[in-house]
């Protein structure tokens, strides 16, 4: 890794620790940061028994809650403070209580304020749970 790697991937995890300390609802849901980069964040999370619905199945509020936290990580990770301006979420297969899920996000377009973001959250056999994507906006200021 170059010297101008490395400081980027050090502001990415300075970034996502600064911003992962004072997030309760993360914590409280038992969000982990797996994994931070430039443009990218990988968070796991474990479906409890309370997070389920009437179906017996997970909450989707809450994989989207995961999935917005992994874009919320990246898009910050280059030390600016960059907030949500839209997303949207593809539900694509149930997850159920003992689930371990995976949030992985990554930028694919970058301009000006604005990114485009997408998530993907797998289960730990690997199956797609849902496909997130969402577009930043820099608002200034440290994240």
Known sequence: ???????????????????YAPDRA??????RI?????????????VRADMTNGHAICHGGLIFALADSAFAF???SGGEATVAATASIDFLAP????????AC???LWQGGRSGIYEVVVTNQAGARIALFRGRSHCVGGKA
């Open 1 to 19: 890794m170059t010297d101008g790697n490395q400081d980027l991937q050090a502001l990415a995890e300075r970034s996502a620790q600064a911003l």
């Open 26 to 31: 993360s914590q409280m849901l038992g969000m």
């Open 34 to 46: 797996a994994a931070v980069g430039p443009g990218t964040c990988t968070l796991t999370m474990s």
């Open 95 to 102: 997850a159920r209580a003992g689930d371990a899920l995976t």
């Open 105 to 107: 996000a990554q930028q």
């Open 74 to 76: 990246a898009c910050n």
